[in-house]
């Protein structure tokens, strides 16, 4: 059974994620493209360093042409935002990256993008499940990928420099040389090695690599850029005096930060970084899009510029489309992902890790000085989070218990309002609020909370803990 959930299709290997699935997700993606006026059409191909990636592109690849579509495949392991990228470059109705992003070693996937290099959104992703449950396994077409190479059917290409090139365009060279940074950089054994490297590198900064290597198993960690994953990361800017440490998660699509004391910085705090530093020192002007999981700091700051913050569900073609919507000038999630205007319309941890460098360098602050700024400025918002495993059985009692008996904690602050879109979402009269929500790219339930004190916000988090029994 193929399902896409708020990240595409993940599974765990020889599980849920195999070959068969592989070919029938790409024949209900081909049965959608033709309903959509797309016979024939392009469509591009990548995949990155997990067990499998590769074979399962060419799998992927000799249904598209077995259907008569031409695969464009990039034939060698590349971040994602690089797939989205070359969808949007070329015009392509749609494109596939082979990747399970931050989800642990056993887990493979496949991501669908739209035209513009979105990220498929709900209402096509059930279009390609319902395609999908039309197919039986057996009558599935395809060619041979050595064959359709041969007969032109496949095209292999490396569009490595213009997407470099494209992330170049966009940020302060000069500024960035003038400032000879040292920069330590930690792929967390994914894809973003070469393409960071050479940016950093362009850019005149002294950069450090760790964790680079090639390694199925992510060094026997989840590839996800978090505190815990990141302390040699740490450990290195400190002792090599580097002015950051930029890590990426398996398909480099978030971000992780260190800062120059060899602090982890949240991804809250990246997002309320950058959004402060196009409003305050680069003059952009436009709102902010965040998911309901993610820092109030944002509107925070949005407000005092005359602007909004928009809150959508979790789930990045989410984000993309309120950004689209709206024009806003960022957009992120407090898992690590975030998108820019006028690059890709989906998350890109590498072109987010040049612009985090190039704010080094126009404002000449360090990272921990310009925070300090921002919450001087707006105020100190404290967050907490949880993630626990759940059984199918466990979660559905929750669900029951949740969503449709619609049980709630007992809060002491007052409750101004509810939301059930995603999750449920309890937003207080203070202004903090705490979401309780159920993955959807793993078997797990995520409870986080934010407060106006760090008790206050753990506060919040177990009191859902004790109501659920966990």
Request: with cysteine; proline share 4%; charged share 20%.
């Amino acid at each position: 059974m193929v399902k896409f959930g708020t990240g595409g299709w993940r599974a765990i290997i020889a599980d849920g994620f195999t070959k068969e699935n592989i070919r029938l997700l790409t024949a209900g993606l081909c049965a959608l493209m033709k309903k959509e006026g797309h016979s024939g059409s392009t469509v591009c191909l990548g995949y990155d360093r997990r067990f499998l990636s590769k074979e399962s592109m060419f799998w992927a690849a000799e249904v598209l042409a077995g259907y008569g579509f031409h695969p464009y495949i990039i034939n060698r392991s590349v971040p994602t935002p690089m797939v989205m990228f070359t969808v949007k470059r070329m015009g392509l109705p749609y494109g596939m990256a082979i990747t399970a992003s931050h989800n642990p070693a056993i887990y493979n996937g496949i991501k669908v993008f739209t035209k513009g290099g979105r990220d498929a959104d709900q209402t096509v992703t059930r279009k390609i499940e319902a395609e999908i449950e039309k197919l039986r396994p057996e009558e599935i077409k395809s060619i041979p990928y050595a064959e359709a190479l041969t007969s032109g059917i496949v095209r292999e290409g490396y569009p490595f420099n213009e997407y470099i090139d494209s992330i170049l365009d966009m940020v302060e060279i000069g500024m960035i040389k003038s400032a000879r940074l040292r920069i330590a950089i930690d792929p967390m054994y994914g894809v973003s090695y070469n393409s960071l490297q050479t940016i950093l590198m362009t850019c005149r900064c002294d950069v450090n690599v760790i964790h680079e290597q090639h390694d199925t198993l992510f060094g026997g960690r989840m590839p996800a850029p978090s505190e815990d994953a990141l302390k040699l990361l740490a450990n290195y800017v400190v002792d090599n005096r580097c002015h950051l440490g930029i890590a990426t998660d398996g398909d480099a699509d978030r971000l992780g930060v260190i800062d120059e004391n060899g602090q982890y910085l949240h991804a809250n705090t990246l997002l309320v970084l950058l959004y402060y530093y196009f409003l305050q020192y680069r003059s952009w002007r436009g709102p902010c899009v965040r998911n309901n999981s993610t820092t109030h700091l944002l509107d925070r700051v949005a407000a005092d510029f005359g602007e909004e913050c928009h809150e959508v569900p979790v789930g990045f073609k989410y984000v993309s489309a309120k950004m689209a919507e709206t024009g806003a000038i960022i957009g992120g999630e407090s898992s690590g992902g975030m998108a820019v205007k006028g690059h890709i319309p989906g998350k890109d941890g590498i072109y987010a890790a040049a612009l985090l460098v190039e704010m080094l360098a126009v404002t000449g602050k360090s990272v921990s000085q310009l925070y300090r700024e921002i919450t001087q400025r707006y105020g100190m918002l404290y967050y907490e989070e949880i993630s626990l495993q759940m059984t199918p059985q466990r979660k559905a009692e929750l669900q029951k218990m949740v969503f449709e008996d619609g049980q709630l904690p007992n809060f002491v602050e007052t409750v101004v309002k509810i939301n059930r879109e995603d999750g449920c979402k309890v937003y207080f009269e203070d202004g903090s609020w705490v979401i309780c929500r159920f993955s959807g790219t793993e078997p797990l339930l995520r409870i986080a909370a934010e407060g106006n004190t760090q008790h206050q916000a753990k506060n919040y988090v177990q009191l859902w803990r004790s109501l659920l029994g966990l």
